[in-house]
Antibody, heavy 119, light 108 residues
Framework: QMQLIQSGPVIKKPGSSVKVSCKASGGTFSSHSIGWVRQAPGQGLEWMGG????????DYPQKFRGRLTITADDSTSTLYMELSSLTSEDTAVYYC????????????WGQGTLVTVSS | EIVMTQSPATLSVSPGERATLSCRAT??????VAWYQQKPGQAPRLLIHGASTRATGIPARFSGSGSGTEFTLTISSLQSEDFAVYFCQQYNNWPAWTFGQGTRVEIK
């Protein structure tokens, strides 16, 4: 069964960028069916975008366009999420997760990466 | 953007009782709905997809129903490990998938 292992917690300054990695192991990696979800402290879940087979390229909700970049390295089975122009409102746990529409009910989640934005 | 509204915000239930959670969409999403369970300090876990199909390894006491704009997650007989927060998600409009705000199921 595939597992998703994410990079460790980070602290960033306002205005900077953060890049979080998500490495797949134990199964057949497909960068084309993994997305990113974030959760601010004590809050709900927010879908950030991902890659799906129909398009094969990343796409994002309007809220994140221009500030979020999702890339994949198939040679290392690793997905990356880079968010720029960070503010305190970007402080959250960031998860990579199998995109539910394409993982046939077997949808792994990473363990989460805490990104703290603070001056 | 499709808004998903969950109710109630908190549900108090005794172990062994039935729990019914609701999720409403602002426009039709056919059956493109998933339900997740999240426990403190853990990543969410997929329970239901396609509105009514249990995910791999999910016990039969979890069931989902609905189509269009109204959806329900039912836990037939609550076990101690089921006390958690539950989220619905619509995946009808790529890439603008959205989650509900969550329902907390607590011990009565």
């Amino acid at each position: 069964q595939m597992q998703l292992i994410q990079s460790g917690p980070v602290i960033k300054k306002p205005g900077s960028s953060v890049k979080v990695s998500c490495k797949a192991s134990g199964g057949t990696f497909s960068s084309h069916s993994i997305g990113w979800v974030r959760q601010a402290p004590g809050q709900g879940l927010e879908w950030m975008g991902g890659i799906i087979p129909i398009f094969g390229t990343p796409d994002y909700p309007q809220k994140f366009r221009g500030r979020l970049t999702i890339t994949a390295d198939d040679s290392t089975s690793t997905l990356y999420m880079e968010l720029s122009s960070l503010t305190s409102e970007d402080t959250a746990v960031y998860y990579c997760a199998g995109s539910v529409a394409y993982c046939s009910g077997d949808c792994p989640w990473g363990q989460g990466t805490l990104v703290t934005v603070s001056s | 953007e499709i808004v998903m509204t969950q109710s109630p915000a908190t549900l108090s239930v005794s172990p062994g009782e039935r729990a019914t959670l609701s999720c409403r969409a602002t426009q039709s999403i056919t059956t493109n709905v998933a339900w997740y369970q999240q426990k403190p300090g853990q990543a969410p876990r997929l329970l239901i997809h396609g509105a009514s199909t249990r995910a791999t390894g999910i016990p039969a006491r979890f069931s989902g129903s609905g189509s269009g704009t109204e959806f329900t997650l039912t836990i037939s007989s609550l076990q101690s490990e089921d006390f958690a927060v539950y989220f619905c998600q619509q995946y009808n409009n790529w890439p603008a998938w959205t989650f509900g705000q969550g329902t907390r199921v607590e011990i009565k």
